[in-house]
């Protein structure tokens, strides 16, 4: 599917409207939803025409990629966000040109981070990922494991530990995709129990945002809805 027949812009208000209604429904404040435009596999384009209607926060998930349209973006004053899983050989890249990472599933990366991340930069914002279906093929952290990784990443330097990431398996039945949402921010809510300040469920795409919204989600990442569906 393509949406050759909308422009950036409308297709940028048709999501937006999306996350108001779905955060009415949800008896939240207006704007407590941040929306990070998934550019994956688009050119940096598409991502300057989107910029132009006012979006400025984007994720990647392949960091060559990423850097390439940084390099001809650094015009735009853009916020880009790493949400793709990651490979060892790609920290210092993602440390040295990223605000934030939503992947983080295991210490090794996080230390990796946390050493490569300039000291003339920010901390790096970072999100845990669960692995909250259980699904083999997919990168996360099981939910029994998190209150260990989730003290020792929010005890490195040069790193900010805001919350938890997740990316449930596919489902057409929206009460189906809440209780796999539900799950996570239990999860976020145990840590914060525990003296955690977390402040970040990175949670919804396309498909299940209003989910996700409905169960506590601050930031949803959508990519076609934005830019049709993906080349590869």
Known sequence: MTLPHLTPESRLHAVQLQ??????????????VSLIAASKTCDAAAVRDLA????????????????DKQVQLVDLPLVWHFIGPIQ?????????????VHGVDRLK??????TQRPPDLP?????????VSGETSKSGVAVSALPELAEAVAALPRLQLRGLMAIPAPMADRDAQRAAFRHVRLAFDALNSRGHTLDTLSMGM????EAAILEGATIVRVGTALFGERIK
């Open 109 to 114: 990366i996080a230390e990796r981070l946390s």
């Open 206 to 209: 396309s498909a299940d945002l």
């Open 19 to 32: 996350i108001a209604r779905a955060t009415t429904e949800a008896g939240r404040e207006d704007k407590t």
């Open 88 to 100: 060892s050989n790609k920290t210092r890249a993602i440390a040295e040109h990223f605000s934030w």
């Open 123 to 131: 901390p790096l914002q970072v999100c845990i990922e669960v692995n």
């Open 52 to 67: 132009a209607c006012g979006q400025r926060e984007f994720g990647e998930n392949y960091v060559q990629e990423a850097l």
